[in-house]
């Protein structure tokens, strides 16, 4: 089996991470096939969403091959301009969704941090350990703590390496849904194909107008809302959604054409 497995559901891709004997830690080679995955999911028109999770129960991701990186050094699951596993420094036009299924420590957190929803079993522990191995989270992790955890808990994080239960991190909103391990792939299939029936363009704006919002005053980010919105207000998607609703049928948006 390969170390990264692809399958379609409909117009979602699933990129499962498959080193199972390693905790499904990246090596270079399985960060470069994830970057390529995502590459490719980008440019596929009828994909519309990603969901990343990993094989069995034990393990989401545990970062950095580290058996890789005592061999021929670390760094070499960064991938130039888009980051650890060609995710945490990604400019993306299409969600992504993880769906953790075990431990995601390290940068199997960051890649976890970097999603757009996250889903999570139960016994899924979570956090930053680098500072274990004598190093730091640089490649999101702790940038993306410090935008969305208060000081003191992110520090503790950060600088004890201890791991965080699911709920925990559902309580402080970094995850979306705890769920059962059985029904995790299920309930995240069915939460992704549920988002995909609203308007893919729509779905693209909001996105990306939260993720321009958050280095913005609230007078910039309305300023910009507004401008976006008035193009909003006079699309096909928009006439559709509108007359569909009007005409009590389902809307047929113009991009899944």
Known sequence: MPDLVVERHGAVSLLRINRPEARNALDAVTSRALDEAISAAEADDAVGAMIVTG??????????????????????????????????ERKRTKPLVAAINGTAVAGGFEIMMACDMVFAAEHAMMGLSEVKRGLFAFAGGIQRLARQVPRATAL??????????????????????????????????????????????????????????????????????????????????????????????KPGYNERG
């Not at 989401?60 to 596993?85: Q, Y």
Request: hydrophobic share 40%; net charge negative.
């Open 55 to 88: 094989t069995g129960e034990r393990a989401f991701c545990a970062g950095m091959d580290l058996k890789e990186a005592a061999s021929i050094g670390a760094g070499h699951g960064l991938v130039p301009g888009r980051g650890f596993g060609g995710i945490t």
């Open 156 to 249: 503790a994080m950060i600088m004890t390496g201890e791991l965080v239960p699911a709920r925990r991190l559902h309580d402080l909103g970094i995850v979306t849904e705890v769920v059962p391990s059985a029904t995790l792939l299920e309930r995240t299939l069915h939460v992704t194909h549920a988002m995909l029936e609203n308007s893919w363009q729509a779905i693209r704006n909001g996105r990306d107008l939260y993720e321009l919002s958050t280095g913005m005053d609230i007078d910039q980010a309305l300023a910009v809302g507004n401008a976006w919105g008035k193009a909003t207000l006079d699309s096909a998607d928009s006439r559709e959604g509108i007359g569909a609703y009007a005409e009590g049928r």
